[in-house]
């Protein structure tokens, strides 16, 4: 036995004609591409339906497995308390799934549950299904929380999900829910950004194509100005699919609210060891880092040495001797700034010079930002080819009394309050006033909102 079949489904509560009291028909052609392929999953008789859903536990670096026997859920919240279901957890495939994830040092297991009962992520899936002929009873259901961990390692996991299927000689059918872009509508609940289609229509086109190597390499920062939902989800079902022949088949498309909702069918045969794509992603990634190697200045090679070597030796890197005399005869504070898939993985620094050299306070900061960043755990020797550095170099601080003379692109700011202080870099995505960068430098220094506080302004060369 194995996976039958894979789907990508939405999970608007309007969809529901209880919820939407007649809001459901302006996307009817979602409706319509449900219960198609709910039909299809019924005919198709499955011991076992996994579900990943957002909705679900979820943790930064932990995939939740729902356990115990049963579990049910309504829709009150949305106004539905009559959509009331209750369905069978398939009880050995969540604990051998847990056993076999950890076997493979992925983290995922049935620790941490808060919430027993079902999200609508999962329950909107298991309404289509019932209203299609589906008998609850007859089948079991495994729900699965996504994580924040990166993209090879949902996509390793969906690869245990798979030989568990086979260990346990499961009928299984796998529902990835999960919306899209929350941000395609100037008057939609999120507004709207470019980003929004552009992520929609990459997902569909890749989903629609079977392309999982573009579907894993998203780029991550139009990934999280879109507001996605699902992509982890998708991720997860792409390593379920692993060397596996898949035809998909695009049933639907709509933003008509402002969200993106997309139905996807993935009809699954037999081997084809071509669709590796845990081995092409790995190349993908080497080949970006060889690329960025070979354009890396002075200053971020030097971070890259001292990280590296501190992190595979637990030691300092050694001064070279080859440095360009204007790090080693001039001094300044510097910032070291790491970044994994996208995501901010350690950022240390000095506003005001600490050693002898520009130099070497790129070697101690390196070291700290890969160390001794209290968001994040130490920097691994596996995730040494996704970090990608840069290196500000700060000009000397300069007070400033008027907010007319800050430029969040610009300037950094550093705030003081009674010996407390904060520091915030320029330019940063995100944040476009000197406000808001006043205020997450009071956060950062543990500073009130509501106090005054002085303030300074500073330039920096940036290095990547």
């Known amino acids: 036995m194995s996976i039958q079949a894979a789907v990508v489904v939405p999970h608007p509560p309007i969809i529901l004609p209880e919820v939407g009291r007649g809001e459901e028909e302006k996307i009817s052609a979602t409706s319509s591409a449900y219960m198609e392929i709910s039909r299809r999953i019924v005919e198709l008789a499955p011991d076992t339906i996994i579900i990943t859903s957002p909705h679900s536990m979820m943790y930064a670096d932990y995939f939740h497995i729902s356990p115990?026997?049963?579990?049910?859920g309504n829709m009150s919240r949305f106004r539905a308390p009559e959509v009331d279901l209750t369905i069978n957890y398939d009880a050995e495939f969540a604990d051998r799934l847990g056993e076999n994830a950890m076997a493979e040092n992925i983290p995922a297991g049935k620790m941490g549950e808060r919430e027993k009962t079902l999200d609508h992520g999962t329950l909107i899936p298991i309404y289509f299904l019932e209203k299609a002929g589906l008998d609850l009873s007859a089948v079991k259901f495994v729900r699965i929380g996504l994580s924040g961990l990166s993209n090879d390692v949902h996509y390793k996991f969906g690869q245990t999900i798979s030989r568990t299927v086979d260990e346990l000689s499961r009928r299984v059918v796998f529902i990835a829910s999960g919306d899209l872009s929350h941000k395609l509508k100037a008057d939609g609940?999120?507004?709207y950004v470019e980003e929004g289609p552009k992520f929609d229509a990459e997902v569909m086109d890749n989903l629609g194509g079977a392309d999982f190597l573009r579907l894993l390499t998203m780029d991550n920062a139009m990934c999280n100005r879109a507001a996605e939902c699902g992509l982890r989800s998708f991720w997860i079902m792409a390593g379920a699919l692993d060397k596996?022949?898949?035809?998909?088949?695009k049933l639907s498309y709509e933003g008509t609210f402002g969200v993106g909702y997309g139905v996807v069918w993935f009809e699954v045969g037999g081997e084809d060891t071509g669709r590796n794509f845990d081995v092409q992603l790995k190349n993908f990634k080497l080949e970006k880092s060889a690329e960025r190697k070979s354009h890396e200045d002075a200053y971020v090679k030097l971070a890259r040495l001292s990280l590296e070597t501190f992190v595979k030796t637990h030691k300092?890197?050694?001064m070279p001797k080859d440095l360009p005399a204007e790090m080693t005869d001039n001094r300044a504070g510097t910032f070291v700034s790491l970044h994994k898939d996208g995501e901010l993985r350690g950022c240390i620094g000095t506003f005001l010079p600490t050693t002898d050299s520009i130099a070497q306070e790129i070697l101690q900061n390196a070291i700290s930002a890969c160390s001794r960043d209290p968001r994040f755990s130490p920097v691994e020797v596996s995730e040494l080819d996704d970090i990608e550095y840069s290196v500000d170099v700060l000009a000397e601080p300069e007070r400033v009394f008027d907010i007319k003379d800050l430029d969040a692109k610009k300037y950094g700011v550093i705030v003081e309050n009674n010996?407390?202080?904060g520091l915030l870099l320029p330019d940063l995505e995100g944040i476009n006033t000197p406000l808001e960068q006043i205020a997450i430098a009071k956060r950062k220094a543990s500073i009130p909102a509501n106090e005054?506080?002085?303030?300074?302004?500073?330039?920096?060369?940036r290095h990547h």
Not at 244 to 249: D, H, P, R
Not at 452 to 461: G, N
């Open 189 to 191: 609940p999120y507004g």
């Open 452 to 461: 005054k506080v002085h303030v300074w302004r500073f330039e920096v060369i």
């Open 68 to 72: 115990g026997e049963t579990a049910e």
């Open 244 to 249: 596996k022949s898949v035809a998909a088949e």
């Open 419 to 421: 010996g407390r202080r």
């Open 316 to 318: 300092p890197a050694e």
